[in-house]
């Protein structure tokens, strides 16, 4: 089974950066798409980034449109780790974030991912 911890979450002001990592572990983990999703109470989960191997050591990321440019994704070297560097935060990304795995790659809808993490929340105030 697929284990997922999120970590980096917490406060931080509008305008300023925050990067969130996920350890995955598990058989394989380093072949699975990690991304990252966020909610908040009341809304479906989003779908922000993720990162899917293409081969060997190589990852190809997706970014959400409405975080493209302030977000990057990417997966660590050893292929079992993944980080969201989000910057110039606004209020609107306040949500608990999510890591997320499954063996597809390249989906973005939450009910097609098997693994989830605890999630770690995020808030931005202004």
């Not at 060997?56 to 560097?85: C, P």
Request: aromatic letters at 8%; hydrophobic letters at 35%; one cysteine or more.
């Amino acid at each position: 089974q697929v284990q997922l911890v999120e970590s980096g979450g917490g406060l931080v002001q509008a305008g300023g950066s925050l990067r969130l990592s996920c350890a995955a572990s598990g058989r394989t983990v380093t072949t699975y798409t990690l991304g990252w999703f966020r909610q908040v109470p009341g809304k479906e989960r989003e779908f922000v980034a993720a990162t899917s191997r293409s081969s060997g050591t190589t990852y190809l990321t997706d970014i959400a449109d409405a975080v493209r440019g302030r977000f990057t994704v990417s997966r660590g070297n050893a292929g079992n780790t993944v980080h969201l560097q989000m910057n110039s935060l606004k209020a609107e990304d306040t949500a608990v974030y999510y890591c997320a795995a499954d063996q597809k790659i390249g989906v973005r809808r939450p009910t097609e991912y098997a693994y989830w993490g605890q999630g770690t929340p995020v808030t931005v105030s202004s």
